[in-house]
């Protein structure tokens, strides 16, 4: 089993940044061949991907809408996976989620990622 919590969402003005952690714990990516992904979904909408990285990091996915504007990491060693939001639009505004494969890395479909955090509300206002 693998846990996942989300934190560091708010309400913050368009062109601003925001930064996503999502920790870990159970059983650590780092005992895996596993890739981690962010969703997020607005209000009436879908869940939607965001982006994904790679169990060893050097492998990233990104959603057209985002490319250029949010970055994926993450640290094996403090079991977090970030993602660093910058430039946001009031149209990014949603609750993000962190979401775990054990199996692969950069699906963008949700059903399957095996493991969810609660998600955090990233607000932006135009």
């Known amino acids: 089993q693998v846990q996942l919590v989300e934190s560091g969402g708010g309400l913050v003005q368009a062109g601003g940044s925001l930064r996503l952690s999502c920790i870990a714990s159970g059983r650590t990516f780092s005992s895996y061949t596993m890739g981690m992904g962010w969703f997020r979904q607005a209000p009436g909408k879908e869940r939607e991907f965001v982006a994904a990285i790679s169990w060893s990091g050097s492998s990233r996915s990104y959603a057209d809408s985002v490319k250029g504007r949010f970055t994926i990491s993450r640290d094996i060693a403090k079991n977090t996976v970030y993602l660093q939001m910058n430039s946001l639009k009031p149209e990014d505004t949603a609750v993000y989620y962190c979401?775990?494969?054990?199996?692969?890395?950069?699906?963008?479909?949700?059903?399957?990622?095996?493991?969810w955090g609660q998600g955090t509300q990233v607000t932006v206002s135009s």
């Open positions: 979401a775990a494969d054990p199996t692969r890395w950069g699906s963008r479909t949700t059903s399957d990622y095996t493991y």
